[in-house]
């Protein structure tokens, strides 16, 4: 197992993927952050209160500005630390690597074990670059304009930490959903198309309908915001979130069921 982890990490670090991953999302959440809260400030003092901009959705206090800022990188910027796990196999098949790897170490479940353990350090860094951006981009917005940053506020510190552990786990689903999809750009590109359109769009119909309202709050963005636990989505009075440990369960839950899914069916194949 140590072998097989250390194979693993060494295959990440000689590659650029996953600080290239931290600073465009880094800059990325920078920037984002700073256009949501000068857009929510302006709001404010043009309308004398902030809307959301989601239908159905309400207006917006101070601390409802900054905590929905501060976690942009939960609810949009997801898609960064999931495209680094996916890349971790997704990888190997591209450059076809995968055959090496599996005859150093023909246990598959342990090859995947170690690829899901490996990430974790590097899914921090990016994880962490991303937050930090937002928190910069963000409060230092907020800041400029002579609005409260409430970051001496403790459950805002909380809410920020927990953004970061929200966004590790992303790259775990992100392992699992590239087992499942080995195709790298495919793999890319549906996860773009899902997390950016798809389950935006399902969040704001799923939220109309009483019968649906429920189902919304286990969508993997959903759980992902449910850990951090706040988002744009609940300030605006869109949505409930599960709780945090909730939120914990249903993303491992998801990255379990594509890695089951993974190594019964990717993982099982002869691969040449």
């Known amino acids: 197992m140590i072998a097989a982890l250390r194979t693993e990490v060494r295959k990440t670090t000689t590659t650029r993927a996953w600080w290239i991953n931290a600073t465009v999302m880094f800059g990325y959440m920078l920037v984002l952050a700073a256009i949501m809260a ?3 400030v302006l709001s404010i003092r043009s309308e004398g209160a902030s809307s959301t901009g989601l239908p159905g959705g309400g207006t917006l206090d101070p601390e409802a500005i900054a905590s929905s800022v501060y976690t ?11 495209v680094l796990g996916a890349l971790v196999v997704t990888s190997e098949f591209r450059h076809r690597t995968i055959t090496p790897t599996l005859l150093a170490e023909p246990r598959r479940t342990l090859v995947l074990v170690s690829k899901l353990v490996a990430v974790l350090p590097f899914a ?6 991303g937050v930090v951006g937002t928190v910069l981009g963000g409060a230092g917005t907020l800041a400029l304009m002579g609005e409260p940053t409430f970051l001496s506020d403790t459950d805002m510190v909380r809410t920020i930490a927990m953004s970061v552990v929200a966004l590790v786990l992303w790259a775990l689903v992100g ?7 080995t195709n790298q750009v495919a793999a890319i590109v549906v996860l773009l198309v899902f997390t950016q359109f798809v ?4 969040r704001i119909l799923m939220a109309q309908f009483d019968a649906t309202e429920t189902l919304s709050k286990f969508l993997p963005g959903a759980a992902g915001e449910a850990i951090a636990g706040s988002s744009l989505y609940v300030s605006s009075g869109l949505a409930d979130l ?3 440990w909730q939120g914990v369960l249903v993303l491992l839950g998801y990255a379990l069921v594509f890695l089951v899914i993974g190594r019964l069916t990717t993982f099982r194949r002869d691969i040449g």
């Open 199 to 202: 389950e935006p769009l399902l």
């Open 38 to 40: 000068a857009s929510f």
């Open 124 to 129: 921090v860094v990016v994880s962490v670059a």
């Open 72 to 82: 942009l990188a939960v609810a949009l910027g997801y898609i960064f630390p999931a």
């Open 175 to 181: 392992v699992g959903f590239g087992a499942v999809l």
């Open 242 to 244: 599960l709780t945090a």
